[in-house]
């Protein structure tokens, strides 16, 4: 052992090859920075052009179903990103997100509802249900819903501070794995429980409909429609930015540190608390813009969106797609609702078999989804 | 009066002129005193002492992992530890660490910090490292990915998502990275590694921190016999620098290393001097063998 001591001064003795450490890696690749260019002109060019413009017999037309459509599933694909950065690089399964998403989307119904005026059935300032109840005037937490300022604030600040408040206990307390998972269930369904009731405020089982008109703009015109295509395709394409350069900072390995071992990162000076509630909180509030981008065109929002149905799909489309790697929840959240809006029409009573089977099948033979399938495949071309 | 007594005092009054004005005595000199400043999150060593634990005891539903022990190591110091199954060896590091609270007893680490009101990032931050039995590595990120999340920074949220690599931070990886014979496996997964670079990417892990005190429980556990006689190396050469804590089983590496073994039995201390006087001690062998 006295003969090689090279171990013990290695940096001052021995002259050492210069060694390349490997350096910050690039938002996008150059293939990726194409595929975002591509996506962008798609969204805000070609759909326009092939809804507005393209007449209606042409083979090209995109019809306004399919307008409708594509714009709810990008609202789905941004939960779908959501769950990615909490469970996919956090390793934190959460069954609650669809009251994130419902939540931004009440916010955005106030407004909506406020914005319809005397022109409600009822010819009355208040909405509709309000005087069907027989009251006289606003409740206190609708006061800021006349604003649309204000309603955008709270569209990041109500999902935001709810889950702030939630993961500030359940994390602190050290809360993990399905036990987290069953408590954030519980919560979308305790909520829903207490939007159902007519006393709350927020409209009952019928939830907010017959929206007129937003910032004073007819809601229901096709020019509106588009605008709020691209508006959804654009935050989407925004989110997934904003999602890589989170993740591609340190920020984003400390969260994957803290997936594959927790005690590990503790040991290494990090308190996880804080890193957990931070990327829940951003999370929820990307929920939070999805459901306000989704009320407007789909035209309702009632309490079952906060059902624990719609919370596991989330959870589904992020498997189905690939966990970890931000475009697979992306793909996924495509994928599943596609099939679903498909097999609804033609094979209505199969497609809960088909969601179970898919997620078993996915479970068990695409561990990484369509994503890794793809990265095999690719892989084995080679 | 003869003329050697008279020199044998003389010689006696240098040393203690000579301990004084260097300042190092066995109390810790005149910096020991009343009126020096203990500054917050600084370790204060000046007692000689960098980590302490008196009286601690712990129980798991009766069972007494840890039952009155005391011990105490110093700054610099290589202290090896051994004892059979459930002594309460990885207990005593859980509650070092802070995993664990003890039901009784005090544990300091340095003269002013009391580390039973800490948690266990602020104990990591402080600059206590530990490497676990079995190695814990972060499986999805490189190697270099590992050792740059380890390295001694801020660790806030805020500071993670700007955190930039400087010059002096780069050069200290490399240098580390050798250190540890990693260098060339900076870009694999760190789950790909065998199992003896893994206790190596661990222990890099832990350097990478700059720990004054690290806590090492069964680092060659699963090494090969030319793996183990590098990590030994890598042991002595770390000595003096840090202080280090090592549990083994492995009695030849701890013939390596050791200076002074202590040897636990339920929860307490048994025997402490150098492997030779432990090996000899009629309690460490009845216990070893006893069972």
């Known amino acids: 052992m006295k003969t090689e001591t090279g171990v013990a001064a290695p940096a001052e003795s021995v002259p050492r090859p210069a060694l390349e450490l490997p350096g910050r890696s690039a938002l996008l690749s150059r293939a990726g920075w194409s595929a975002f260019v591509i996506a962008v002109l798609l969204v805000c060019v070609l759909a326009p052009l092939l809804n507005l413009v393209v007449p209606e017999g042409s083979a090209l037309h995109l019809s306004d179903y399919a307008v409708a459509l594509l714009g709810k599933i990008m609202c789905y694909a941004i939960l779908a990103l959501a769950m990615d950065l909490i469970w996919g690089y956090t390793g934190i399964l959460s069954l609650g997100h669809g009251l994130f998403f419902a939540l931004g989307g009440y916010v955005m119904g106030m407004y909506l509802m406020r914005q319809i005026g005397r022109e409600g059935n009822y010819k009355s300032d208040l909405p509709d249900f309000m005087v069907f109840l027989d009251w006289k005037e606003l409740p206190w937490h609708w006061a800021l819903s006349d604003s649309f300022v204000a309603t955008l604030v709270l569209v990041l600040l109500v999902p935001g501070l709810i889950a702030f408040v939630f993961g500030y206990f359940a994390f602190r307390s050290r809360i993990k794995g399905v036990y987290f998972s069953i408590i954030t269930q519980a919560m979308t369904f305790a909520a829903m429980l207490l939007f159902f009731r007519n006393e709350t405020g927020f409209g009952g089982n019928n939830g907010f409909t017959d929206f007129k008109r937003i910032l004073g703009i007819a809601i229901a015109t096709p020019g509106m429609r588009m605008f709020l295509f691209v508006l959804t395709g654009c935050t989407l394409l925004g989110f997934f930015l904003l999602a890589r350069a989170l993740v591609r900072a340190k920020f984003g390995r400390v969260l994957q540190a803290i997936r594959d071992g927790e005690s590990r990162v503790m040991f290494c000076g990090y308190s996880p608390v804080g890193y957990k509630l931070a990327i829940w909180t951003i999370s929820a509030m990307m929920c939070g813009v999805a459901g306000a981008l989704y009320v407007p065109q789909v035209g309702i929002i009632n309490p079952s969106e906060m059902s624990p149905a719609n919370s596991i799909e989330i959870a589904i489309w992020a498997a189905v797609g690939g966990r970890a790697s931000l475009i697979g929840p992306i793909v996924g959240a495509f994928v599943v609702n596609g099939a679903k809006s498909w097999l609804t029409v033609a094979y209505p009573e199969f497609w809960l078999y088909f969601l179970g089977a898919l997620f078993i099948a996915v479970t068990l033979f695409l561990p990484n989804g369509i994503v890794g399938l793809a990265r095999r495949w690719k892989r084995g071309g080679q | ?291």
């Open chain 2, 1 to 291: 009066m003869t003329p050697d007594l008279l020199d044998e005092g003389a010689q006696r009054r240098d040393q203690l002129q000579a301990a004084r004005v260097s300042g190092r005595t066995e109390s810790g000199g005149r910096q020991a005193g009343f009126s020096r400043i203990a500054l917050p999150g600084e370790v204060d060593v000046t007692h000689g002492r960098i980590l302490y634990l008196e009286d601690v005891s712990v129980s798991f539903d009766g069972f007494k992992a840890i039952n009155n022990l005391s011990l105490d190591i110093a700054p610099g110091e290589l202290r090896c530890i051994i004892g059979p199954n459930g002594a309460g060896k990885t207990t005593m590091m859980d509650i070092i660490t802070g995993k664990t609270r003890p039901d009784a007893g005090t544990v300091f680490f340095g003269s002013t910090i009391d580390l039973l009101r800490y948690n266990e990032p602020q104990i990591a931050q402080m600059g206590i490292g530990r490497k676990f039995q079995k190695p814990t590595v972060f499986e999805q990120l490189t190697v270099f990915e590992n050792l740059e999340l380890a390295l001694k920074t801020n660790k806030g949220v805020a500071a993670s998502m700007v955190f930039r690599l400087d010059s002096a931070q780069s050069d200290h990886l490399a240098q580390l990275l050798h250190t540890i014979q990693l260098a060339h496996d900076v870009n694999r997964l760190a789950g790909n590694l065998s199992h003896g670079q893994k206790q190596w990417l661990e222990i890099g892990i832990l350097l990478v921190q700059e720990p004054k005190l690290l806590l090492l429980d069964e680092p060659v556990a699963g090494m090969t016999d030319e793996e183990t006689a590098r990590t030994a190396e890598l042991f002595l050469s770390l000595k003096g620098k840090h202080s280090l804590m090592v549990v083994e089983h492995d009695m030849s590496f701890i013939r390596a290393i050791s200076e002074i073994v202590t040897v636990l039995c339920d929860g307490a201390v048994l025997a402490q001097g150098t492997l030779d006087q432990v090996q000899a001690d009629e309690r460490v062998i009845e216990v070893y063998l006893g069972r």
